[in-house]
């Protein structure tokens, strides 16, 4: 069974300083793996993506993570956070296990909060 | 080209009362799922609908039906609203079996008194 841990509820930094948002997974098969942002009172958009091509996946905004897969981590990062980087941010574990058998399991979320 | 689009942003319910929420998407997609999303608990998918015609139950089913009413359309119905469904709704959907990415609609915010 596929399971995600975004290892802090609540993250503050400074605005220009880096940020890094921390997220494990355990997956069965070759997982493919996402990062959601939602701003207050909106939808999801997607922020990047890994689908078992380059470790180090570029999203939009200045995010990048970085698959390990030694270490079952995916975590996001920035090197300088903006004002409007404050939102909820999702970690997504996707599993397909032939048969067109196709699960998505969402982390808990990890809101960050940018300080002026 | 409107994406997922869905109806309503915001309904307040008394228990025991029944309402549809309507999700739609423009994008010729063949999976579409809902979700609901509670605090602190992320988002957990209550059905979804793989192709036009087929319906799946996910983690949290109980209280819901759904309806994939044709290719564009998938509906979530409660019958008989419970304080316990107070949450945000999120319909999605998905392209081809191999494009794993799923577009979110912007949600529908459902108060249960």
């Known amino acids: 069974a596929q399971s995600v841990t975004q290892l802090d509820s609540h993250v503050s930094v400074s605005e220009g300083t880096p940020v890094l948002l921390r997220c494990n997974y355990s997956?069965?098969?070759?997982?493919?793996l996402f990062w959601y942002v939602q701003h207050p009172n909106k939808g999801l958009q997607l922020l990047l993506k890994y689908t078992s091509a380059a470790t180090l996946v570029k999203g939009i905004n200045g995010f990048e993570a970085e698959f390990k897969k030694s270490e079952t981590s995916f975590h996001l990062t920035k090197p300088s956070a903006h004002m409007s980087d404050a939102a909820e941010y999702f970690c997504?574990?996707?599993?397909?296990?032939?048969?067109?058998?196709?699960?998505?399991?969402f982390g808990k979320g990890t809101l960050l909060t940018v300080n002026p | 080209n409107a994406g997922v689009t869905q109806t309503p942003k915001f309904q307040v319910l008394k228990t025991g009362q029944s309402m549809t929420l309507q999700c739609a998407q423009d994008m010729n997609h063949n999976s579409m799922y809902w979700y609901r999303q509670d605090p602190g608990m992320g988002l957990r998918l209550i059905y979804y609908s793989a192709s036009e015609g087929t319906t799946d139950k996910g983690e949290v089913p109980n209280g819901y039906n759904v309806s994939r009413l044709n290719k564009r359309e998938f509906s979530l119905r409660l019958e008989s609203a419970a304080p316990s469904q107070t949450s945000v709704y999120f319909c999605?959907?998905?392209?081809?079996?191999?494009?794993?990415?799923?577009?979110f609609g912007p949600g529908t915010r459902l108060l249960v008194l």
């Open positions: 999605a959907s998905r392209d081809r079996e191999w494009e794993e990415t799923q577009y």
């Open positions: 997504v574990v996707i599993e397909e296990s032939g048969g067109s058998n196709y699960k998505l399991t």
């Open positions: 997956s069965s098969y070759s997982p493919s």
